[in-house]
């Protein structure tokens, strides 16, 4: 069984930074090897669609939308099957449930994305 964490949510001024990280786990006597191959953050605020803000490949090939070019950026760390979102220059835009998405791989069932159950980020004006 796999799983994805995330965690570092929270209250931040706007102009402020938070930084989000994600652990992807595997309940142990799953028997199998799993990959964690790319992994990503998505965002839902309020009355709106989730959207993808960043995601990385596991060779660290990064993408970022437009709307946090600049301002956010995305790392991994294999070895620990972690992802990170550093959040600089918050706005109030910012604002909604973030979630870790992940891509895992294992020879038995092939590729299967994963979703966590999100972390809230509010930004105060």
């Known amino acids: 069984q796999v799983h994805v964490v995330e965690s570092g949510g929270g209250l931040v001024q706007a102009g402020g930074s938070l930084t989000l990280s994600c652990a992807g786990s595997?309940?142990?006597?799953?028997?199998?090897?799993?990959?964690?191959?790319?992994m990503g953050w998505y965002r839902q605020a309020p009355g709106k669609q989730r959207e993808l803000v960043a995601d990385i490949t596991r060779s660290g090939t990064a993408f970022y939308s437009d709307f946090v070019k600049g301002r956010f950026t995305i790392s991994r760390d294999n070895a620990q099957n972690t992802m990170a979102l550093q959040m600089n220059s918050l706005q109030s835009e910012d604002i909604g449930v973030y979630y870790c998405?992940?891509?895992?791989?294992?020879?038995?069932?092939?590729?299967?994305?994963?979703w966590g159950q999100g972390t809230q980020v509010t930004v105060s004006s």
């Open positions: 998405n992940a891509d895992v791989w294992n020879p038995i069932r092939g590729t299967v994305n994963y």
């Open positions: 595997v309940t142990s006597g799953s028997g199998s090897i799993f990959r964690f191959d790319r």
